[in-house]
């Protein structure tokens, strides 16, 4: 894996070791994925001021997010159906994460259940989550994680409806893929992927499928269950509930704006994650790092900030945290790095992008992430009014 050196070569070799349908899945995003290019682009806006003759031989990179201590600031974010990636699935993400002593997010549609990501990390574990229509079911998880002792549920909030993937619509992705002529022809070039998705373990959506006992199991019924469970009805109400039933550490993710912040904070969200869903649902939406700086102003230190969409560098986290975020989360890299190398895979991404911090950090002059302010970032309107 040496020869990996950063996120962009292994999302070219999980390009060439995954069928293309499933690539698409997981590196597309909604209508002309605008918001998507965009929220990589904005990273690029902000250049650093760096501080110089300043001995930093060593650098402190730890930091304490959701009540949980990580070696860097950045943790594993949600991402549905893992096993469609890789073999190994979610249980080898947890397995990555926690040897590095970082925490991981599990989705509430994965392909693993609660209780077994659970037994595979031996770190901290969080969960995200939707409100459902069927309410029994968001009550369920809250219960299950507690017994599983996750260590906080992230309540993603920006999918009142799902948002419109073309490049999944002209693959004809389906979940798990089908056999087709299509997809023999494919299997010709990713023969190893077909085979274990053949023989090994089966796709589906383990933390709803006791919901199906008795039923015909057939995946594309749970899947029209699922996407018929999202709830353009919920409000603030269903959020609090929420927090005060899991009565821990609770994030809200998918907030852009101050006053969204505010409510959060109201409701008692020990913190919000600013976040587009990666491109994934509104296109045209703004990007992440560019709503940072006002979201941060409004917070002031009263909740913790997460932020995500876009991340490919460590010097992308050393950016949001200069303009205000404690910490980032990334999905698409380790999903790259899941398709390309399995397990493997997703501990090269976590290096990548921790030594990218640390030399990020010396390089700024800054000895500790927590002397990282945001003089150390200016905005590039050279940038901008060539981008005009």
Partial sequence: MSKYYNIDDLRLLAKKRVPRAVFDY?????????????NGNAFKKWKFIPDVLIDVSEVETQTKVLGTEMPYPFALGPTAISYLFHHSGEPAVARAASKKNFPSTLSSIASTNIEDYAKSSNGSVW?????????????DFIKRCKESNYKAIMLTVDVPVGGKRERDLRSGMTVPPKLTIASIIDAAFHPSWWWNFIFGPKIGFANVKERFTGKKQKLNNIMTYMNQQFDPSVTWDEAKEIANMWGGPFAIKGLMTPEDAEKAIEIGASAIVISNHGGRQLDSAAAPIDVLPEIAKQVNGR?????????????????AVALGADACLIGRPWVYGLAAKGEKGVETVIDVLASE????????????????????????????????
């Fill in 303 to 319: 909740a913790e900030i997460l932020i995500d969409g876009g991340i490919r560098r460590g010097s992308d986290i050393v950016k």
């Fill in 26 to 38: 997981a590196d597309g995003a909604a209508e002309d994925e605008s918001t998507k290019e965009n």
């Fill in 127 to 139: 969960f995200q989550m939707y409100v459902w229509k069927n309410r029994e079911i968001s009550y």
């Fill in 357 to 388: 911090v640390k030399r990020t950090l010396q390089l700024l002059g800054c000895k500790s992430i927590k002397d990282v302010k945001r003089r150390h970032v200016r905005l590039n309107k050279s940038f901008i009014e060539n981008s005009d």
